[in-house]
């Protein structure tokens, strides 16, 4: 089966470079039976692909190994969820991934817009299958996923227990939806540069997409920020980590389009500004995925020297000076069709909220390269640390959360200063109040970064309540309806305007959640033994006792060995018990001795969060084998040729020992403020994008009347 | 005013602005920065009192826990010479001997002492097979 699956990614390959060479001989030529062959094409790649997969993940059920990355990445003790996820673990099945992911979207947009943009979509449709046609020759020149091994091993490696997280699992699928989504806005940008229609039409067309592939990107971020925190065993949710970062990048400039893209279809301006954007995003995702392969900067993530690093900057580089050319040559068709009226309009608003999250970008990206940069400049590989970063983003997000309070309450064009004022004066009140309040009950007063973000996120929320009390009512006032009804109605009928409030304030309650556990949190690394207690946060913690259990982790990743603790914490009448524990996963190095090996491999630490709305209280435990050491290396001199049977039994009895005869652990507690608001604030983003990206009745008609409309245009200018 | 000399001050402005925050992205990022170097560079020619990054990897039998202050010595990727680094904080999961670590401290005497927390291990690419080959 191995065969077929090469096979399906061959002719898929030379079905991509079919697809493009049809669609821009169909462009070329009038020909539309081409252009209509091309996008078939890529509906045969989808279908390949998808084929591809399937066979690769029925070898992962399977376990067969005789796969290499089957038997790199899995094993028959493997949990099946994670057999399952087992294939973006590895740098070939994340390729494969890609091309899926890639060659669905396109199916699906191409589906789409079959009937619109009968100009753009040929070249469109070329460049995607440009981009899918670089991952399928990746795999199929270099990176293999379907590589046999001559001599299968009898067990498989087993998937790397770092990973074995539900919230890893899906992350990078949703990582790699957004960066492949912006691959849709960025096709058509091209295609409209290239035939010179650089109206709004492609917006149109791939506004949905844009925001499907932020909305992804945006979930698979807080995904892995959310990984971090319950699975790491560090605390942290963001780390200015070069692969993190590289995964915001495409996100804000991503933002940034998505605000700016407003502009040019209301009033014909930031035209080159709009497709720099979507060229910028749709590079940074392709850096993003090349980050995290290359190896180049050091990172927790950087999976070592990839064979694959020269490929990606030669297409990177191909897409930067083939793109930047094209824009600098279609510059005469792409001026603005109004200037800025004022200052205080949205559209001005707008700009500044795109320059700001773009200087945001140009920081993280100076920060994340500063390595090379440095490098080249004087020749010394240095590097810029999480303060750094922290002490630039910090001013820059909070412009942008006072941003996304005014933008949407100020009109089009020219706002009136009075007019502002009467918008303003009541979210202002709200400001002044939360100010006083917390100056009054709370410390935050030593802290005035936070403070401040406190007080602008009290603003957005402020502003969006009041937009949607207003236009309820209005609606209310019109047409009668009782108040749910009329504010169910307004949110149905306008979704792309509420569904960006909800955003807006689902962001404002994220950064609510980062302020606070940034500022206020408060770290204990203590090291005690069983019965002792120590105060960390506002906590008073108990070591109760040590635990062991040998198969069965409490997460259920399949570890075999587990040594953990009991903790109790108390503050006031409250009283939790917490278990954290730090699984064992054998090692394949005989060296280690047939005991030892089960104690020798890697061991990834099982966090206890109690999650609460007011405060996290987070404990991660660092079990002292030191002390079975003695008892692991008499075991491995008597037993090791023992029956398994045998072994396991010796083995029983050394876990056992731990429990009995504990010796003294480290903890790390962590007691964190108000940090489940940034999963809360995320959600809240989740819905809001949801909604805006929900198609609504009338816009629905409103598309079908105007295809008549159009079609009844080209009659009439026939006759 | 007239509106062409508003717009080219509003340009001015924004231009202004954007050099000067291009100019404070390049300072703070010098100044703030710490320089990455192999044992052997640091044995050559390090400066007291200022810190650096520490590459390498972890020499094989030479990890030692006192308590929380976990001892070991780091050696050139490609070589022999080796520092002793004294570290506290939290020792990511993939640590290991032979693996390669970066961490962040200063040379005080001969011993390289870590700030807290900076430990970063890499991940081997295809970690089991790493360890079948040592």
């Known amino acids: 089966m191995a065969g077929v699956g090469s096979a399906c990614l061959l002719v898929g390959l030379l079905t991509a470079a079919y697809a493009a060479g049809a669609s821009l001989y169909g462009a070329r030529s009038s020909s539309r039976a081409a252009v209509v062959s091309g996008r078939r094409a890529i509906y045969c790649l989808a279908a390949l692909l998808i084929g591809a997969t399937a066979i ?12 290499k990355l089957v038997a790199d990445g899995s094993s028959t003790d493997t949990p099946t969820f994670y057999k399952v996820t087992a294939m973006w673990a590895t740098q070939d099945g994340s390729l ?48 293999n996923p379907f590589t046999t091994l001559a001599n299968p091993p009898v067990e498989g490696a087993g998937l790397n227990p770092l990973l074995r997280h539900p919230a890893m699992m899906i992350h990078p699928p949703m990582l790699y939806t957004g960066y492949v989504g912006f691959s849709i806005p960025f096709a058509f940008a091209i295609g409209a540069l290239i035939t010179r229609h650089t109206g709004a039409d492609w917006i149109r067309a791939t506004r949905r997409f844009a925001l499907v592939a932020w909305m992804f990107l945006g979930t698979g971020i807080m995904l892995g920020a959310l990984w971090s925190y319950a699975e790491l065993g560090w605390g942290g949710y963001w780390a200015w980590d070069p692969v993190e970062n590289a995964s915001l990048m495409p996100w804000l400039t991503g933002t940034a389009f998505i605000h700016s893209i407003m502009v040019q279809e209301k009033r014909g301006m930031l035209k080159v500004w709009n497709v720099s954007l979507v060229i910028a995003t749709f590079v940074l995702a392709l850096l993003g995925t090349f980050l995290v392969r290359s190896g180049i900067l050091d990172s927790i993530h950087a999976f070592g020297a990839s064979t694959i690093g020269t490929q990606f900057l030669t297409f990177i580089g191909i897409v930067i000076v083939g793109s930047t050319a094209l824009v600098i040559s279609r510059l005469d068709s792409l001026r603005s069709k109004a200037r800025l009226d004022s200052l205080l309009s949205r559209e001005a608003f707008f700009l500044a909220n795109n320059l700001v999250l773009v200087g945001l970008c140009v920081v993280i990206f100076w920060g994340t390269f500063f390595p090379l940069i440095s490098e080249a400049l004087n020749g010394q590989e240095a590097s810029v640390g999480p303060p750094w970063f922290n ?53 935050s007063a030593e802290r005035p970064a936070a403070l401040l973000m406190f007080c602008l996120v009290a603003l957005v929320l402020a502003v969006v309540v009041q937009e949607l009390v207003r236009g309820t009512l209005a609606r209310r006032t019109i047409t009668g309806d009782p108040l749910p009804r009329a504010l169910a109605q307004l949110v149905a009928r306008n979704r792309r305007r509420y569904g960006g409030y909800l955003v807006h304030a689902g962001i404002a309650v994220l950064f609510l959640g980062v302020a606070a556990s940034s500022a206020f949190q408060e770290q204990r690394d203590v090291r005690v033994s069983p019965g002792d207690t120590f105060e960390a946060g506002g906590y008073r913690i108990t070591y109760e006792r040590a635990t062991a259990s040998l198969g069965g982790d409490r997460a259920g990743t399949g570890a075999p060995i587990s040594f953990g603790a009991v903790l109790t914490a108390r503050r006031g009448d409250e009283r939790y018990t917490l278990h954290p524990s730090r699984n064992f996963y054998p090692s394949r190095d005989a060296s280690n001795g047939a005991i030892g090996r089960f104690f020798e491999g890697e061991a990834t630490s099982e966090v206890d969060v109690r999650w609460g709305l007011r405060r996290d209280l987070w404990a991660a435990v660092r079990p002292d084998i030191g002390a079975l050491e003695p008892a692991i290396r008499e075991a ?22 731990y429990r009995t005869n504990s010796p003294p652990a480290n903890f790390r507690v962590i007691d964190s403020p108000l940090v489940s ?12 994008a949801l909604i805006a990206i ?26 | 005013m007239d509106p062409q000399r508003k717009r080219k001050l509003r340009l001015f402005v924004a231009l202004s602005a954007a050099v000067l925050l291009a100019g404070a992205l ?34 094989n039998d030479s990890v030692d826990k006192d308590g929380e202050r976990l001892t070991f010595r780091i050696r050139d990727r490609e070589g022999s010479a080796s520092v002793p680094v004294a570290y506290e904080g939290v020792v990511p999961d993939p640590f290991r001997e032979g693996r390669e670590v970066i961490v962040s401290g200063e040379l005080k005497g001969r011993t390289f002492v870590a700030e ?13 097979k790493d360890e079948q080959s040592t």
């Open chain 2, 116 to 128: 807290r927390d900076s430990l970063i291990t890499k991940c081997p690419s295809k970690f089991t």
């Open chain 2, 26 to 59: 390049i300072y703070t990022s010098f100044s703030a920065s710490t320089q990455a170097s192999t044992p052997s560079d640091l044995l050559a020619s390090a400066e007291p009192g200022r810190s650096y990054e520490l590459t390498g990897k972890v020499v």
């Open chain 1, 677 to 688: 608001w940034i999963w809360i604030g995320g959600a809240i983003v989740l819905l809001g």
């Open chain 1, 694 to 719: 929900w198609p609504s009745p009338e816009t629905r008609l409103r598309r079908v009347t105007s295809i008549y409309a159009a079609r009844l245009g080209k009659e009439l200018s026939r006759a």
């Open chain 1, 96 to 143: 494969l991934l890609w091309a899926l992911l890639m060659s669905i979207f396109s199916s699906a947009v191409l589906f789409l817009t079959r009937r619109s943009l009968r100009d753009i979509a040929p070249y469109a449709t070329a460049v995607l299958a440009v981009v899918a046609g670089f991952f399928l020759m990746l795999m199929v020149g270099w990176e």
């Open chain 1, 56 to 67: 690769l993940q029925s070898a992962f059920l399977r376990s067969d190994f005789s796969y």
């Open chain 1, 636 to 657: 491995d001199a008597k037993f090791s040729k023992s029956a398994d049977d045998v072994q396991a039994i010796v083995i029983a009895a050394i876990v056992d020992r």
């Open chain 1, 391 to 443: 002490r630039l983003a910090t001013p820059l997000a909070l412009v942008l959360v006072a941003l996304a309070a005014i933008g949407p309450a100020v009109p089009w064009r020219r706002a009136s200063r009075v007019g502002a004022l009467r918008v303003f004066k009541l979210p202002l009140a709200v400001l002044a109040l939360t100010l006083a309040t917390l100056l009054a009950l709370t410390n």
